[in-house]
């Protein structure tokens, strides 16, 4: 496709939604049919050896793609909404340089914020005792109580982040117990600093009970595929069961099957109860995005509807 005769020179189509609403075939789809190269923003599939609780694509689905910020950092490694956000605008000015439209795709939706409307400049905290305290917390009192503790405390973050992510959970309580301020009016106060691409948003949307249902079917996927081994094998080569990269759905649901909290049809059923509470999240985010072009997830003509748009 040429760009001088269809977009801005600063255009960058943004493939996003809930999980197993089908981006990435569909990213890859539009990819081989502009001839260009994609961007995961996907906050776990940045890590080598977690494959099937990713939904990593693999070298067929890629179809011959170029993916970047996909399997590169080993699962001991931190990662961030900054990191990617810098990765992600060399690799799109790259892309410019090579007169290719650059696609980015995935349903890390503070990831996607932070590369478009920049990130909120923090406070300095240097009170690792109170990391410390959170942290003593987790490990005996669990993440529900941490999760309670947001609630009453900064309600509107608790509605915003990742709730089953412990990192984001005691982030923001460090947060606030370090400065007195609460991480959503430090982020109301921000000074933004907009990047100068132009997103084009898509994301495929289906009702709930059909989203639901291609849910239910990936995870049932994804178990009988060996996720609780892939877990496993993890955790022999000596990575921590509280790295942040492993408090992930689907390891969290193997984690307590392999410790008999559950059998096997309970940790299932659990670990798609919550990747479909993960998928009303990012939808309730998503939502509020007014720019987004929602595609029907049921046409058969999604790809054709997207170069319609962007040709316009």
């Known amino acids: ?19 197993a609403s089908g981006k990435t075939s569909l990213s890859i789809d539009l990819a081989v049919e502009i001839e260009s190269e994609i961007i995961s923003a996907d906050s776990r599939q940045v890590y080598k050896l977690m494959d099937i609780c990713t939904a990593k694509p693999s070298q067929e689905e890629m179809n011959g793609v170029k993916h970047h910020l996909v399997d590169f950092l080993d699962p001991g490694e931190e990662y961030s909404a900054g990191k990617f956000s810098v990765d992600a605008t060399r690799l799109i000015n790259n892309s410019f340089n090579s007169e290719n439209i650059p696609i980015v795709c995935g349903g890390s939706a ?28 987790l490990d005996q009192l669990g993440l529900e109580y941490l999760q309670n503790q947001l609630q009453k405390i900064d309600p ?5 982040i990742e709730l089953d992510n412990p990192h984001r959970v005691i982030r923001a309580l460090e947060y606030y117990y370090s400065t007195g301020e609460l991480i959503s009016d430090a982020y109301d106060k921000r000074n933004n600093k907009l990047s100068d691409f132009q997103p084009i948003y898509f994301a495929i949307d289906y009702k709930r009970e059909e989203l ?37 759905v689907g390891y969290k649901e193997s984690k307590d099957f392999i410790n008999k909290i559950y059998d096997e049809t309970q940790a299932l059923e659990e670990f798609k109860k919550n990747t479909r509470r ?22 058969e003509n999604k790809l054709e509807q997207i170069i319609d748009i962007i040709k316009s």
Do not use: H
């Not at 081994?229 to 990575?239: A, P, V």
């Open 1 to 19: 496709m040429n760009r001088n005769k269809t977009l801005s020179k600063n255009s960058v189509i943004v493939i996003t939604g809930p999980t």
């Open 110 to 137: 503070f990831y996607i914020k932070a590369l478009f409307e920049g990130l909120f400049e923090e406070k300095n905290i240097r009170k690792p005792e109170v990391r410390e305290e959170l942290n003593r917390n």
């Open 156 to 160: 509107i973050t608790y509605s915003k």
């Open 212 to 248: 639901y249902r291609r849910i239910n079917l990936r995870c049932e996927q994804m178990w009988n595929n060996g996720l609780v081994n892939e877990y496993k094998s993890l955790i022999s080569l000596g990575y921590d069961k509280n790295l942040n990269s492993l408090n992930t």
């Open 278 to 299: 993960f998928a009303k999240r990012q939808l309730t985010w998503f939502r509020k995005n007014d720019k987004i072009n929602w595609l029907d997830g049921k046409s």
